[in-house]
């Protein structure tokens, strides 16, 4: 490989050309267990210009930047991006007209109508439903079925049983605002490819492109076994429910917000954060006057779950930037909430304290 260092501890931006790569990404199509699409994009960005790069065997791609300093051992830090996004897998079916399932969470209220894209071809199809003529009042009553949905895919719409589906949103910047699917985690992916491009010298940063995250964060936990370091980070996308309540009670539910910058996790359902490092996260954000928020601790999960168990136990956090209508056809954030995201995670891995793991979890 390349050992290119002329990127190394210069502070990373966005710009025209990330918010271009952006798009790139989150117009591919890379349903859980079939990543490729994003994965080459990893490649086309970083291969070539770090000291390791390889391909494992659950496809995650894993990346090495070595530390530039002189004297003592720098921690050894694994951060973590997900390429997959929720989408369908088909199931039954030929000559067009075919049933699929789910693949990782999403609500099958939101389904029928929406436009998608199936196979290595992204052949264009719509999920669809009966006419809301030929139901009767009692189904109309009810959420459709997942198992009375068909994705039409049109005559000669060819596909096979196993091709992935996806949302055939495509990626727009509207003023403040980036809207399009896979959001999640297409930017924790575009983020920790720019970590990438000016890892800080005083670390040994080793990023983890993961699979299969959105079924259980199979890919990190794979791949932080066989980095082995010393702390973990999952940089993903969070939601935001910061909408107005119709009834004016008061949201005590996830309480990230649009517009203000990183979230850091606290907790979530399969990861207790190391305080040492959401203070330190917090620290940065204070010392620096960059913008950030606590996650509220409750649900939901990132790749972290799958890396603090591994081995003798790595310490970890989740960091996220927030988004609105999660694992749905169109989700919104904000760019100035990814801008303060990248700003916030850089600072503090150049400010990373080499005794940090030494210091009381109180």
């Known amino acids: 490989m390349n050992n290119s260092t002329e990127s190394y501890s210069v502070a990373p931006v966005i710009g025209a050309e990330q918010i271009s790569l952006l798009e790139k990404l989150c117009n591919a199509c890379a349903v859980t267990g079939d990543e ?22 659950l496809g995650s791609v894993l990346v090495r930047r070595k530390a530039r300093m002189d004297g003592g051992k720098p921690l050894r830090v694994a951060i973590a991006a997900h390429m997959d996004e929720v989408g369908f897998m088909l199931v039954e079916g030929d000559e067009g007209f075919y049933r699929f399932e ?19 071809e992204h052949t264009p199809g719509v999920i669809g439903a009966r006419a809301i003529h030929l139901t009767t009042a009692e189904e109309r009553r009810q959420p459709i079925p997942l198992d009375v949905l068909r994705i039409d895919l049109g005559p000669g719409g060819k596909a096979k049983i196993g091709d992935r589906g996806t949302f055939a949103t495509r990626f727009r910047q509207t003023g403040p605002s980036l809207v399009g699917k896979a959001l999640d985690n297409r930017l924790g992916v575009a983020t920790l490819i720019e970590l990438v491009k000016h890892a800080p010298a005083n670390i040994e940063l080793c990023a983890i ?35 107005p309540m119709w ?11 649009l517009d203000h910058g990183l979230a850091i996790y606290i907790s ?23 913008p950030y928020q606590f996650r509220q601790p409750g649900g939901g999960g990132t790749d972290a779950g799958g890396m603090q168990r591994q081995r003798s136990g790595i310490p970890s956090v989740s960091v996220s930037v927030p988004h609105r209508y999660p694992h749905s056809a169109v ?30 979890l109180e």
């Open 268 to 290: 979530d359902s399969s990861t207790i954060s190391d305080p040492r490092l959401v203070r330190h996260l917090a620290h940065t954000g204070d010392t620096l006057n960059l």
């Open 247 to 257: 009834d004016d009670t008061e949201n005590t539910q996830y309480n990230t917000h």
């Open 209 to 243: 492109f993961s699979t299969q995250e959105e079924i259980g964060a199979r890919g990190a936990a794979a791949a932080a076994y066989a980095f082995d370091p010393d702390i973990a980070m999952a940089v993903d996308s969070t939601p935001a429910y910061d909408l």
């Open 36 to 57: 490729g699409e994003v994965r080459a994009i990893v490649g086309e960005q970083l291969k070539g210009n770090v000291d390791e790069y390889k391909i494992d065997a």
């Open 331 to 360: 989700q919104v954030a904000r760019l100035a909430d990814w801008q303060a995201t990248l700003a916030l995670l850089y600072q503090a891995l150049l400010r990373l304290p080499p005794d940090l793991l030494t210091r009381p």
């Open 102 to 120: 789910t693949v990782g969470g999403i609500d099958a209220r939101q389904l029928p109508g929406k436009p998608v894209l199936v196979g290595k």
